[in-house]
């Protein structure tokens, strides 16, 4: 992989992780019309689902801040405890899916770009529904509860699909399930960040062990790296915006577009 090969997709993983697009199904399709393949694609997709997570930390760091406070800094029970303790729950089901079932449904469903385009469309008609009933009951809404999270975490369990978009999922959900479109957005951005790191943790522990090759070169690794940070902090706060002016509907329809280009280019 050259250095403008990790440029771009660098910054499609930085836009397209926290836009409601599939960031996976978007390095999928990056990748195959760039002609990059090999072991160094799942390198590279460590590296920049990494700075992603550190684009989050930039952005809701006030946020972050304020649960690390409230959590660690008290032994009574808190909105703050209350709140970590949700994204908890939210993370069982990708716990159960990322430890015992991850390779076989990965094995069992394969990253051709017929899933990708299938994907992208179930993403457009989640987004697409979900924006029509917060238009159906726009001053209707609650703060995320433990039932919520639980069913958020069974939508990002789902999300390891490439082109099932992670935010698109949670989001919508969360929003099909009533959660305030000013909350949900925020909690979709807060909940990945322990996954997202740990997966990274268990690669990087594979890498140590020789289970993995470290065939990217370095330069390429930091261009990636950069590119995806710098656009992953611009859109995290873009859609944070999006989601509370319920703009969804556009990305649906981005998503239904190129998902049937996708399983067009494959098939013809």
């Not at 910054?11 to 409601?20: A, D, K, M, R, Y």
């Not at 140590?208 to 995806?228: C, N, Q, R, S, Y």
């Amino acid at each position: 992989m050259s250095w403008f090969e990790a440029l771009i997709l660098g910054i499609v993983q930085g836009l397209t992780e926290f836009l409601p697009v599939s960031s996976s199904g978007h390095l999928e399709i990056g990748q195959a019309l760039l002609g990059t393949s090999g072991e160094e694609n799942l390198t590279f997709a460590i590296i920049v689902h990494t700075a992603t997570v550190l684009s989050t930390l930039v952005i809701l760091w006030k946020e972050v801040e304020q649960l690390f406070k409230g959590t660690f800094t008290t032994v009574q029970w808190n909105a703050e405890k209350d709140y970590v303790a949700k994204i908890l729950v939210s993370m069982i089901p990708v716990f159960v899916v990322g430890m015992f079932f991850k390779d076989q449904v990965e094995a069992f469903f394969g990253n051709g770009l017929v899933l990708v385009g299938v994907c992208l469309l179930i993403t457009a008609c989640l987004l697409a529904l979900s924006e029509w009933l917060q238009k159906k009951r726009p001053h209707i809404g609650h703060e995320v509860t433990y039932k919520d999270a639980l069913i958020i975490g069974v939508a990002q369990a789902c999300a390891v699909l490439p082109g099932l978009s992670r935010s698109g999922t949670t989001i919508a959900t969360g929003l099909l399930c009533g959660v305030k479109k000013e909350s949900v957005a925020q909690f979709s951005f807060l909940m990945v960040l322990i996954p997202i790191l740990g997966e990274a943790f268990l690669d990087l522990l594979k890498l140590l062990k020789g289970e993995m090759t470290m065939d990217l070169g370095l330069v390429p690794a930091i261009v990636g790296f950069v590119a995806a940070f710098v656009t992953g902090c611009f859109a995290c706060r873009f859609m944070i915006e999006i989601v509370r002016r319920q703009r969804l509907v556009w990305f649906a329809i981005y998503c239904a577009i190129v998902g049937s280009a996708a399983i067009i280019w494959t098939v013809c």
